[in-house]
């Protein structure tokens, strides 16, 4: 496709190498190079972008993989997008496959959510769409001005299922957490596999007990009336750990839509052993593997660990063997191919359930 003529242009807005090579597998399939800029840090750490070529009057695409260094990604996204703007581009569309700070999206205690906030700074930097890949919860779509496209990675995470696992007939789908569960079940249906879910200590952290609607109300001296007396609220306990399904003899397979901190997943790997599965693989959306992950996961009763491109990886595939990576730059071309052209995005979402 010829540049010039295409009435688009793909930039990338990651300062570090390793960030730009999903920018540059989306800009292959599609037929395009990829914008022409400079994004990088200042001694003091501020951000600078540079725009190297006219974008007046043009549609131009923002991909932005997040690295480990989060709030820096998000600064660099965010002052392009602002360049852009201020240089009269048409329409700014940001490709964010991994959208971040998705877990704070639900207030605890005195907190904030920061999700919403992350929203209202991407519409003020002037961005006018997003595509997005597997949020963390669908919800956090409603808190933006503009549309957003969040697109689904398990097509291609159940077709390296049936591709890549030996004999996954006899395979089992396991939601490590009450919570995880409708997912589970999304793909067991469309694999045609039984369910089993493990309940107990083993649950994500994300629990109600998290959340200030569960603080004891504050103790004050009072005279006079004293108002309503409410009932005692039963604090919360966790069951001993069960695992409901059987798994013995079959394999296991634990999806979810991140992978950062492993403790839980190596703990869940454990029970499943211990239940009687002979192989365990971990499907995962995100692969965020941060801090010792690779080390514990190598360590693990885990066989396999298989995430997508949305965030690079290659450090933490080096250090454990075990990671597997599975390409999800078509779809994302295929996206922004679709939304120049003003086509349908329903063909993306076909056969995709709403718990998926």
Do not use: W
């Not at 070529?53 to 043009?58: K, L």
């Not at 291609?156 to 409708?182: C, G, M, T, W």
């Not at 009336?225 to 604090?235: D, K, N, R, S, V």
Request: with cysteine; net charge neutral.
């Amino acid at each position: 496709m010829n540049v010039a003529k295409s009435g688009y242009r793909v930039f990338s807005a990651n300062s570090s190498a390793a960030c730009t090579e999903l920018a540059k597998q989306i800009t292959e399939r599609l037929g395009v190079e990829l914008g022409k800029s400079v994004v990088f840090q200042e001694s003091n750490r501020e951000t600078r972008v540079d725009v190297k070529e006219s974008v007046r009057g043009q549609t131009i695409f923002i991909i932005q993989t997040i690295p480990r260094d989060v709030n820096t990604a998000i600064m660099e996204l965010l002052v392009m997008a602002y360049a852009l703007k201020t240089s009269c581009a048409k329409n700014i569309i940001g490709v964010i496959p991994y959208f971040p700070y998705s877990k704070q999206c639900k207030m605890r205690k005195r907190g904030s959510i920061v999700s919403k906030l992350l929203a209202s700074m991407l519409a003020k930097a002037g961005l006018t769409h997003i595509i997005t890949m597997d949020l963390h919860q669908k919800e956090i779509q409603g808190f933006f001005s503009f549309p957003v496209d969040n697109l689904r990675a398990s097509p291609f995470l159940i077709q390296y299922i049936q591709e890549e696992i030996p004999d996954y007939r006899n395979a089992i789908i396991v939601a490590k957490s009450p919570a995880a569960a409708k997912r589970a079940q999304s793909y067991a249906e469309r694999l045609r596999l039984g369910l089993a879910v493990i309940h107990g200590e083993a649950q994500c952290s994300e629990s109600d007990m998290a959340d200030g609607r569960h603080s004891p109300p504050c103790v004050r001296n009072t005279t006079g009336h004293t108002g309503l007396e409410l009932p005692l609220m039963m604090a919360k306990e966790k069951p001993p750990i069960t695992v409901v399904g059987d798994v013995g003899g079959r394999i296991a397979i634990i999806v979810d839509d991140i992978i950062d901190d492993v403790g839980d997943f190596v703990a869940a790997a454990e029970i499943l052993k211990e239940r009687g599965a002979y192989k365990i693989y971990i499907m995962a959306t995100h692969g965020l593997l941060s801090a010792d992950a690779p080390r514990l996961i190598e360590e693990s009763a885990i066989d396999e660990v298989v995430v997508t491109n949305t965030v690079p990886h290659e450090v933490q595939k080096l250090q454990c063997p075990k990671i597997k990576t599975v390409d999800v730059s078509m779809i994302l071309a295929e996206a922004i191919r679709r939304i120049h052209n003003g086509e349908s995005m329903a063909y993306l979402f076909r056969n995709i359930t709403v718990d998926d």
